[in-house]
């Protein structure tokens, strides 16, 4: 089974916007916070916080956690309005 990837038009194109709850998850993500970590800070068990991830993940159809932080950072750099950073050699 191969998932599909989030392109920049998801939000636009019917993708469920994420709930206050699961975008403080990400904002957590974001900042290099584990499960448990996460967790503490909204008081909720750490078990809670993976079924949040795992949640997130569908709506944004990603894989894996890092893709989520990659988006989150990534729309936090639109947002502020900041350019991206070429990879060395380009």
Known sequence: MHR???NQDD???GAPPLTKRQTQ???LLATGKSTRE???AIGVAPR???VH???IMKKLGVASRLQVVAL???DK???EGSKSVPWRGQ
């Open 4 to 6: 599909r990837t989030r």
């Open 11 to 13: 939000r636009t194109n």
């Open 25 to 27: 998850v990400v904002s």
């Open 38 to 40: 996460v967790a503490r």
């Open 48 to 50: 809670t916080v993976q």
């Open 53 to 55: 991830i795992g949640m």
């Open 72 to 74: 989150a950072l990534r």
């Open 77 to 79: 750099r639109k947002a």
